[in-house]
């Protein structure tokens, strides 16, 4: 299996503009977070989903910020506009639901630089 | 809610011990320890589901006390391949297996 895969790894663009960043999960997985990751804050949960459905979206940090999972192969995670305080490593991963939570896989991340 | 991990950062000898420390606020039904290198994702160690109970990867342990709502990891015998940043994510059980990571501690083995 090629893991949990997310496009892009490196992303830069200008204050305003929307980005998405898409994940791809690894096969059989039934549950599917999106983290993000800055050096002042550590790794965010922004929302996770259980067989597609999304669970809990606490932590998206503001209206801006959006994610869907049409399907079990696919997640999208959308913020428009962007702003440069959205500038850090966007992680992916997926798991087996299981009671307590199974081991979490993470694709990559998607570096984002909004200048 | 973000599970408390200290120390903030260690720096070891190869071949010295370390303990890495996880508190939580809230009552835990699992603990989960991950390990990251600088550039990269982070990569499962181990999970934790009862009280008390040990688990072991190659030289690192870790225990979980759930009375006291903490975790904690263990690395004996440091080697150089151990420097990264570990994170303790935690499991509220229950109908959720919502994963919210700590603060991080960064551990740095020298020859």
């Known amino acids: 299996d090629a893991g949990v895969i997310q496009s892009p790894r490196h992303e830069v663009t200008e204050m305003g503009q929307e980005v998405t960043l898409r994940c791809k999960p690894i096969?059989?997985?039934?549950?599917l977070f999106w983290y993000r990751q800055t050096m002042m804050r550590g790794l965010e949960l922004l929302i996770y989903?259980?067989?597609?459905?999304?669970?809990?979206d606490s932590g998206m940090p503001e209206d801006r910020f959006s994610a869907k999972m049409p399907n079990a192969s696919f997640s999208t995670l959308k913020i428009q506009p962007s702003e440069p305080r959205d500038s850090a490593v966007y992680f992916c991963?997926?798991?087996?639901?299981?009671?307590?939570?199974?081991?979490?896989?993470f694709g990559q991340g998607t570096r984002l630089t909004v200048v | 809610q973000q599970p408390v991990q200290s120390p903030q950062a260690v720096i070891l000898r190869e071949g010295e011990d370390a303990v890495i420390n996880c508190s939580s606020s809230?009552?835990?039904?699992?603990v989960h320890w991950y390990r990251q290198k600088h550039g990269e994702a982070p990569v499962f160690l181990m999970i934790l589901l009862k009280g008390g109970e040990q688990k072991g990867h190659e030289k690192i342990s870790a225990s979980f006390n759930e009375k006291k709502q903490q975790s904690s990891l263990y690395l004996t015998a440091s080697q150089l391949s151990y420097s990264g940043t570990y994170f303790c994510?935690?499991?509220?059980?229950?109908?959720?297996?919502?994963?919210?990571f700590g603060t991080g501690t960064l551990l740095a083995v020298q020859p």
């Open positions: 096969s059989g997985h039934n549950s």
């Open positions: 809230k009552a835990l039904y699992s």
């Open positions: 991963a997926s798991s087996l639901r299981a009671t307590g939570g199974g081991e979490a896989f």
């Open positions: 994510g935690t499991g509220l059980g229950g109908a959720t297996n919502k994963l919210i």
């Open positions: 989903f259980n067989n597609n459905v999304p669970i809990d």
